[in-house]
């Protein structure tokens, strides 16, 4: 108990490190990263990582996962009722993933509108300090291998990044083809395509998405635990399927 208090009042350092990312795509794109597209030695050499899963568990990841997973949220009552006890709290949590028989709670479904209806799957508090303890460590790993404009959900890249990368690729598409600097009327400057996946974590194929981790990923604890969060949530997919009759389609995914 003496060592989760010690962690919980001193002074960590929390920020995130992550990688700086693909510094060879700004602007001109050199080697074609941005566009998804790996040359063959890259992906011969591509690097791998092990013996993440303590690193995953420490005392000092799972402090951090916990203070990410209340922000905004302290006054909720299942953050109050977890920080009641949350030195033992923590402890059970960390026990139980050392000793490898952590299972996620099942996820509590509801609907929201907002004012399109969606519906929400929430998973526990616990599971999700989880969540961030996982994601501090191989988000990293991952990250530096996206699309650089990519700005879903990606530190220090919210809608005024995205907003920024789309005014200078607009700017880009506007000076091509003028003819003495003037634009004709017919002329046609560029094109834009919206497009989303609708209820992407349903309808993606979670075996390829996981042999995909896989790849970088050469701990089988690691790989262990994200197969029962992906588990998880992918039951909760299959009883909606057997409510609605809807029939799931897996898509590839490539990275």
Known sequence: MATWLSALNRNWDFDDNRLNVNGNNWNDNDGGHAFGIVRFQDFILMKTYKNLYDEIISVKNLVSAWKKAREGKTKKIYVVDFE??????????????????????????????????????????????????????????????????????????????????????????????????????????????????????????????????????KDEKVMILIRRIVASASEERERDASAFGVILRGCPLAI
Not at 152 to 162: E, I, P, Q, S, T
Not at 163 to 181: A, M
């Open 84 to 217: 009641k006890n949350l030195g033992r709290n923590l402890r059970l949590l960390r026990e139980e993933l050392q000793n490898q028989t952590y299972t996620p709670k099942p996820l509590k479904t509801f609907v929201l509108r907002d004012p399109k209806t969606r519906k929400i799957s929430k998973s526990d508090f616990r599971d999700r300090v989880v969540h961030h303890a996982l994601v501090r460590v191989i988000e990293p790993i991952f990250d530096s291998t996206f699309i650089y404009d990519n700005s879903a959900n990606r530190k220090d890249k919210g809608n005024l990044f995205a907003i920024e990368r789309f005014d200078s690729f607009v700017q880009k598409v506007s000076r091509n083809g003028k003819i003495n600097g003037w634009f004709t009327k017919n002329q046609i400057k560029g094109y834009c395509l919206k497009a989303d996946i609708k209820h992407y974590f349903n309808e993606v194929n979670h075996r390829i998405l996981l042999k995909i981790m896989g790849r970088k990923i």
